[in-house]
């Protein structure tokens, strides 16, 4: 990330401008909407094909070289991009990668013991949804503040609680209970055919919906700036600017 991006020249002084900043901290959602969900999909197409691609590495060497058991390394994702991904559930539980997600529900257990609650109750699973949201987003948001705090320049103020963030992974919590108390007994009194279209429109609807405020927060963490590689070779960049080498960081 290269913090002269948030530098602009006005005469002969230089005016620092927070990512955080409304003018630019909105550069999708101000966007037209069909442009908005196109962002969208290509950062969870990007984030999802970047984790791959070092977990794949990480996973040929320690079971190659290390003679570690496969068992080790389960798929970091489930088909999330596909037809198969029917719910918001599904693709958060099941099919998105497990690294929050195993983290947060087992270290829920120990709480719902101690307050009796059953973990497979309804209750049970909406706290463990919840938290494990909810921490995610602070892990996130913690993550950021700390690229800012080495990547900005110091006058820029730092924010911890970014507010996007916080309102892209609180807010599916509340889009599954939706889905379960609306979307699916609809969907279930449906005919196959259009049940099975109804659950997608929903998802994939939501998720590219929800998607835009996540990608708000690429743009303004950089990610989305020319000199950085989440994905070490790309033709595009190749047929664009000529870059054909593998780039690493």
Not at 99 to 120: E, G, Q
């Amino acid at each position: 990330m290269n913090a002269r991006q948030l530098v602009q020249h006005q005469g002969s002084s230089i005016v620092l401008i927070s990512p955080h900043d409304p003018i630019y901290a909105h550069q999708v959602t101000t966007r037209p909407i069909y442009e908005q969900l196109v962002y969208a999909a290509v950062t969870a197409t990007v984030t999802q094909f970047s984790l791959e691609l070092f977990y794949t590495a990480l996973a040929i060497v320690c079971v190659g070289i290390f003679n570690i058991d496969p068992a080790a390394f389960p798929h970091f994702f489930c088909e999330p991009l596909s037809i198969k991904t029917d719910s918001v559930h599904s693709i958060w539980g099941q099919r998105w990668h497990h690294i929050f997600r195993r983290v947060t529900t087992r270290a829920l257990d120990p709480w719902l013991h101690i307050l009796r609650i059953p973990k497979k109750s309804t209750v049970g699973t909406a706290c463990k949804v919840l938290a494990a949201f909810t921490l995610s987003g602070l892990i996130h948001c913690v993550v950021q503040a700390r690229v800012q705090s080495l990547h900005f320049p110091p006058e820029i103020p730092l924010v911890i609680f970014d507010v996007d963030t916080l309102w892209f992974f609180l807010s599916q919590p509340f889009a599954i209970a939706f889905e379960h108390l609306f979307v699916m007994p609809l969907a279930h009194r449906l005919p196959p055919p259009i049940g099975f279209v109804v659950k997608r429109l929903w998802t994939w609807g939501w998720l590219l919906w929800s998607g835009r405020w996540w990608t708000d927060v690429w743009i303004k963490m950089g990610m989305f700036l020319v000199e950085e590689r989440t994905i070490p070779f790309s033709v595009v960049r190749g047929i664009q600017r000529g870059e054909w080498i593998v780039q690493w960081g």
